[in-house]
């Protein structure tokens, strides 16, 4: 028996399919790289955007064109919004809610009648997430999110928060990283909850984690700028924790964000910002941005323009805003035409690249440990480079004829930037 995995979406669904991966091979069924040569297929869906919709769909269909032998597993934010209407259109077998994803493999085992050979489940092998190619872990630790941001379907389709123990993600932390994990991001729908419905608070699991666990890097997911405690700053003393952060604001227009339902004004952020800074060595920052949110502005555009020119982020993450059924903001008036979201999307695309060129400038120079993720390609110029990141998520070309560094931590001078700017170009240091 065999399984093919995929996800769209967030952070929080790739750590969903890493655990489904692991519990799959706990009960004997092993992964299949390829769709065609898998028995069962599982897709991870996603709805933040219309765009994300479709190409939900679009996946489950591919996948059962492309081998309609396999049984076809469905679950993540897609199939929980309409699960009746996505199985009966998509002719899936069985669709399993984000309440009870946690439960995936133990459900699909009972619906399905799945074959258990515990033989395999007790050899020795690899990790499923090395055999996918990955050497970085993303770690569900919390579910579901209090916050009813206008736009956001997402908490409408993963319910309220549900936090994990810390034990359990200690336990598991150190499980991948005695695998050969070299990195774990810690990931939630609403990461700065964690811990409101038990008693214990984002703080307290990262000093566990960074206590209890060896592993040698970790970094936070996308956090809400309102959730950062008092004492948040301090916790990047240690060096294990990255210094890179994931600051959704999505408007730099104060009117804006108040019909958003945001709870963080841009002076409040700017602020934020230039105290993390100040705090935190090499500290970069991104950022998500929506744009032609409904009765947007030409002023309230030109006031998310100036705010993404103070923040100077390191990357922008830029979505048009796209209307979501049973979200406050779908139904309200003046939505924004297609052209000019377009034009102001392409505004801030090339504000964006200015400024993700100017931080990876001001990194020239300095040296850094890398871990080294990407595959060995082939440069324009015929030189061999493998591909990782900074702690602070800069992305690294560095030429090297080594066959095999993936996985590796490596020391590398970085040189200029890449021609195509999204990159450092690297040299052994």
């Known amino acids: 028996m065999r399984v093919h995995l995929q996800a769209l979406g967030c952070r929080l669904n790739e750590a969903e399919l890493e655990t489904w991966a692991r519990d799959f091979r706990a009960r004997g069924i092993e992964l299949a790289q390829d769709l065609e040569d898998a028995d069962l297929v599982v897709v991870n869906t996603c709805a933040v955007t219309q765009e994300s919709a479709r190409k939900s769909r679009n996946l489950v269909r591919r996948a059962h064109r492309r081998n309609p032998r396999a049984r076809l597993i469905m679950s993540g934010c897609y199939a929980a919004l309409s699960p009746e209407q996505a199985a009966a259109e998509l002719g899936v077998d069985l669709v399993v809610g984000n309440h009870e994803k946690d439960r995936l493999v133990e459900i699909a085992q009972r619906e399905l009648a799945l074959p258990v050979m515990p033989q395999l489940a007790t050899e020795p092998g690899e990790s499923p997430l090395l055999a996918r190619g990955r050497q970085r872990a993303f770690i569900k630790v919390q579910d579901g999110c209090r916050y009813r941001c206008s736009y956001c379907v997402v908490t409408l389709a993963r319910g309220e928060e549900r936090s994990r123990p810390v034990a359990g993600i200690v336990d598991e932390i150190n499980r991948l990283h005695a695998e050969g994990v070299q990195e774990v991001v810690l990931a939630g729908v609403h990461l700065g909850g964690y811990g409101s419905d038990s008693g214990g608070s984002l703080t307290e699991l990262v000093r566990s984690v960074l206590r209890d666990t060896g592993v040698p890097r970790v970094r936070l997911g996308s956090l809400e700028p309102w959730d950062l405690p008092e004492a948040f700053w301090t916790l990047f003393e240690n060096p294990r924790l990255m210094p890179h ?31 993390g800074r100040r705090q935190v060595p090499d500290l970069v920052v991104s950022t998500d941005i929506i744009v032609g949110f409904p009765g947007e502005t030409e002023d309230e555009w030109r006031q998310t323009l100036d705010f993404v020119s103070q923040a100077r982020f390191g990357h ?3 979505f048009a805003f796209s209307p979501r059924e049973g979200t406050k903001a779908a139904a309200l008036p003046q939505p924004v035409a297609r052209e000019i979201k377009r034009e102001r999307s392409q505004q801030l695309h090339e504000l964006s690249a200015r400024h993700r ?15 080294i993720e990407g595959r060995r390609e082939t440069g324009p110029d015929g030189r061999v480079f493998w591909s990782g990141y900074t702690p602070n998520f800069l992305r690294v070309r560095l030429p090297s004829e080594a066959p095999d560094l993936a996985g590796r931590i ?3 001078r970085m040189e200029q930037v890449s021609d195509d700017g999204e990159a450092l170009l690297a040299s052994p240091a």
């Open 316 to 318: 922008v993450h830029i």
């Open 357 to 371: 060129r100017e931080t990876l400038q001001a990194f020239a120079g300095r040296t850094f440990e890398i871990l």
């Open 410 to 412: 490596v020391t590398a």
């Open 245 to 275: 952060l994931h600051l959704p604001m999505q408007s730099g227009a104060d009117s804006v964000l108040r019909r958003m339902s945001r709870r963080c004004r841009s002076g409040e952020f700017l602020a934020l910002l230039a105290e």
